[in-house]
């Protein structure tokens, strides 16, 4: 397996440390995982197709430390599951490893692992936003400027919509995004969590086109295809600021 490949994987749903306790399911062709953060503000579901690896369902709860744990590997890697000696059958531990070194990461429980509700009631999306790699450029140059900002208001305006990081009714510091849209049905500014949104952005900033969708019922989505990844995320709307 290639380390790379893996680590892209993790970075996809861990989002800069956002969520680090998930479960990994292998159908022997498909690494694939469901993800929420801790404040629930974000779903998700990732797929990782074109894999050899054997049939599994397992616990990782610290994220951090296998991504540690595995910048000690070179790039080409093997995938095993070490079995509970018990059983045979009951996988304990994760082990990688190169031409030279290895690393065995011990799996969780998937007891202690998060429940991550199987599917999502979702509205009628009423506004689609083009996404490009200026726009995940400009909202991450944002963010970065305005670190310690917790969200963003996405508003209609005459051309399209203006994402507006560090939004107030108040004076503030805030750094605004003009977006042109043909579909805008927003009828009034809508807040998200802006940590969560260019963690996810950062993610996949590889991603030439998505669009994000929105609904005035307070819900966007935003789905990513990049060589065999496919990921989906779904963002609750906050108490505007």
Same mark, same amino acid.
């Given at each position: 397996?290639?380390?790379? !490949? +893996? =680590?892209?994987?993790?970075?996809?749903?861990? /989002?800069? %440390?956002?969520?680090?306790?998930?479960?990994?399911?292998?159908?022997?062709?498909? /690494?694939?995982?469901?993800?929420?953060?801790?404040?629930?503000? /974000? $779903?998700? !579901?990732?797929?990782?197709?074109?894999?050899?690896?054997?049939?599994?369902?397992?616990?990782?709860?610290?994220? *951090?430390?296998?991504?540690?744990?595995?910048?000690? $590997?070179?790039?080409?890697?093997?995938?095993?599951?070490?079995?509970?000696?018990?059983?045979?059958?009951?996988?304990?531990?994760?082990? /990688?490893?190169?031409?030279?070194?290895?690393? @065995?990461?011990?799996?969780?429980?998937?007891?202690?692992? *998060?429940?991550? *509700?199987?599917?999502?009631?979702?509205?009628?999306? @009423?506004?689609? &936003?083009?996404?490009?790699?200026?726009?995940?450029?400009?909202? &991450?140059? %944002?963010?970065?400027?305005?670190?310690?900002?917790?969200?963003?208001?996405?508003?209609?305006?005459?051309?399209?919509? #203006?994402?507006?990081?560090?939004?107030?009714?108040?004076?503030?510091?805030?750094?605004?995004?003009?977006?042109?849209?043909?579909?805008?049905?927003?009828? #009034?500014?809508? !807040?998200?969590?802006?940590?969560?949104?260019?963690? $996810?952005?950062?993610? =996949?900033?590889?991603?030439?086109?998505?669009?994000?969708?929105?609904?005035?019922?307070? +819900?966007?989505?935003?789905?990513?295809?990049?060589?065999?990844?496919?990921?989906?995320?779904?963002?609750?709307?906050?108490?505007?600021?």
């Amino acid at each position: 397996m290639n380390k790379i !490949t +893996l =680590n892209t994987f993790i970075q996809k749903y861990n /989002l800069g %440390g956002q969520v680090n306790s998930v479960t990994w399911n292998s159908d022997g062709e498909k /690494l694939s995982t469901r993800f929420m953060s801790p404040d629930k503000n /974000l $779903l998700g !579901t990732l797929t990782l197709g074109k894999q050899n690896l054997d049939n599994f369902k397992v616990g990782v709860y610290d994220t *951090p430390m296998l991504s540690k744990m595995l910048t000690t $590997l070179a790039d080409s890697i093997d995938f095993t599951l070490i079995k509970s000696p018990s059983d045979n059958e009951t996988p304990i531990a994760i082990h /990688l490893s190169d031409s030279h070194i290895s690393a @065995d990461y011990v799996l969780a429980a998937l007891g202690v692992i *998060p429940d991550v *509700p199987e599917s999502i009631k979702e509205p009628e999306y @009423d506004t689609l &936003i083009n996404v490009d790699n200026q726009f995940i450029n400009s909202f &991450i140059r %944002g963010k970065s400027a305005l670190s310690d900002v917790t969200t963003f208001v996405v508003k209609p305006t005459d051309v399209g919509v #203006e994402f507006v990081i560090g939004h107030s009714d108040s004076n503030s510091n805030r750094i605004s995004i003009k977006v042109q849209s043909g579909a805008v049905s927003i009828t #009034e500014p809508i !807040t998200f969590n802006a940590n969560l949104f260019k963690e $996810l952005l950062n993610a =996949n900033k590889e991603c030439s086109h998505a669009t994000l969708r929105i609904s005035n019922k307070g +819900l966007a989505y935003i789905e990513f295809n990049v060589d065999d990844f496919n990921v989906k995320y779904w963002l609750v709307a906050q108490q505007g600021s």
